[in-house]
């Protein structure tokens, strides 16, 4: 088998050629009228490749001057058909050549790579337009705007405020020329000290205010104009490095100077003066402390002396404690009793509504609610003393209470009261948790006798109150004056005790008890 592509002979069983890859054909292709070229039917490439194989055997005997047999054509002798045979080789190994080229093509064809892919199409660039051409003048003028605009600004960083002219920034702008513009007029700087604001200006090349060729620069639109001429405003400065290195620098004017020099004597004074006054706070200092420490110490001694007062004083307290106890108990004992309430209420069965509180030199006890004196369950024979005040409405006590739900209850009203007659001594029965209405009086509901008294009972004053009860009569003594005998046998005996209703409050002080025989 020969390679359609380098003519070399292959075996049959190879698929590509071992010389140059190419792949082999087991027949021609032909075209076809409906698509891409077919391969022959096998018999036909069977048929091409027998003639192949014999052409090349008669060109290779050809080229050795024999043929098959050893004689050539006609019995004719070797040599003499050598040139005939050599260009019949010739042209047959080129008709081969084309061939396989046509071949190598048809092949190339039916196995089309993919093409390669296109490189990505970059963007146009743009070219950026040359700046524009500034002249001199105007690169002056521009130049001398920008370093102005910067001094003003460091101007404004170091005072915290605007420069109220040009000359102020420093003695440099005293020189007319350094503030010309690049057609010879002056810069103006037009400043609006309260607001805050300023302009800074060129008359252009006209020199006339308020035309089309002004440069203007207000402040608050400093840094977008120093964008915009940066380019121009960078050449000026490498042009005019002294001048810019002039105008940027801020320093004081002589007027300034002289303030700093006034300002660092005063400086120094006030900085000996503070000294001195260091040295005589540290001199008041000690001296405070001192008296600090002497203070202190007073008051440590005062502090333990009003100790020991206290002590003595508790001890004397509690002494007068246990004397009173001693004679309370001895009292009872004797059946008599003597109540300051220097001890608390340790006598009573008391509400948490009642208080001991002191009044003057007096213990006196605030009443509200109802309360009983604990040593006088059995009562029946006594005589009773104390002072009463009315703080509210009136004051109440209980005599012979067999509980809280039976015992007779006594009320002076004062002349201020509501919800009983007033400066009256009310009687009440009290049976079963229910009055015994005897009187009904609208004005005394669920009293069973009214006593006018014949005097005036005044709210804050105190009232000095004795009761007798010897059997089953009941008189009562107000402030000297006999007011009422009562005589009722509901109850015999009972407790002792005092009542304020919700609406009333009376302070009780200096109660004494004794049997009566």
Not at 187 to 209: A, C
Not at 213 to 225: A, F, L, Y
Not at 249 to 267: C, I
Request: charged fraction near 30%.
């Amino acid at each position: 088998m020969l390679c359609l592509g380098c003519g070399s002979e292959q075996a049959s069983e190879n698929t590509f050629c071992t010389k140059c890859g190419t792949r082999l054909m087991t027949a021609p292709l032909q075209p076809s009228a409906e698509g891409p070229p077919m391969p022959q039917e096998p018999a036909a490439a069977s048929s091409s490749k027998a003639e192949e194989e014999k052409i090349l055997r008669e060109l290779k005997a050809a080229l050795e001057g024999t043929d098959e047999t050893g004689a050539g054509p006609g019995g004719q002798k070797p040599g003499l058909l050598a040139p005939k045979l050599f260009w019949l080789g010739v042209a047959v190994v080129l008709v081969a050549g084309i061939l396989g080229a046509a071949a190598h093509l048809f092949w190339k064809k039916r196995h089309v790579e993919p093409p390669a892919p296109l490189p990505p199409v970059e963007a146009p660039v743009s070219v950026p337009a040359a700046p524009p051409v500034v002249d001199e003048a105007t690169r002056n003028t521009v130049g001398k705007i920008a370093a102005v605009l910067e001094a003003i600004q460091k101007y404004q960083e170091r005072k915290k405020a605007l420069p109220p002219s040009l000359s102020s920034i420093n003695k440099g702008y005293s020189d007319l020329e350094s503030l010309k513009d690049g057609w010879g007029k002056n810069l103006l700087y037009l400043v609006d000290l309260t607001n805050d604001t300023y302009v800074l200006q060129s008359l252009g090349p006209d020199g006339k205010r308020g035309t089309a060729d002004d440069v203007t620069v207000p402040g608050e639109n400093r840094d977008q104009w120093l964008k915009e001429h940066e380019q121009t405003v960078s050449e000026w400065q490498v042009a005019s490095p002294n001048l810019y290195a002039q105008l940027v620098s801020v320093g004081p004017t002589a007027d300034e100077l002289k303030n700093l020099e006034n300002a660092r004597k005063a400086e120094a004074k006030e900085k000996k003066r503070r000294e001195e006054q260091l040295q005589e706070d540290k001199r008041r200092q000690e001296a405070a402390e001192q008296r600090r420490l002497l203070q202190t110490a007073r008051e440590e001694e005062e502090k333990r002396k009003q100790a020991e007062a206290r002590k003595r004083e508790e001890e004397l307290r509690q002494a007068k404690l246990r004397e009173e106890a001693q004679r309370l108990q001895a009292m009872k004992q004797a059946g008599v009793l003597n109540e300051t309430f220097i001890g608390g209420l340790t006598q009573w069965d008391a509400p948490s509504t009642w208080e001991v509180e002191k009044e003057k030199e007096f213990s006196v006890l605030r009443v509200q609610g109802l309360g009983f004196l604990k040593m006088s369950p059995t009562w029946d024979n006594y005589k009773i003393e104390f002072d009463i005040k009315i703080n509210k409405e009136s004051a109440g006590w209980v005599l012979r209470a067999q509980n809280s739900s039976n015992f007779y209850l006594f009320k002076l009203a004062s002349d201020k009261a509501k919800a009983i007659p007033k400066n009256a001594l009310v009687k009440y029965i009290f049976s079963e948790s229910k009055y015994l209405n005897s009187l009904k009086r609208e004005d005394a509901p669920g009293a069973t006798d009214v006593v006018l008294l014949p005097f005036k009972v005044r709210n804050k004053d105190y009232y000095h109150v004795v009761i007798n009860l010897k059997g089953s009569k009941i008189s009562h003594v107000i402030n000297g004056i006999h007011v009422d005998d009562w005589n009722d046998t509901t109850f015999d005996s009972g407790r002792f005790g005092f009542n304020a209703s919700i609406i009333e409050m009376a302070t009780i002080r200096s109660l004494s008890v004794e049997p009566l025989k």
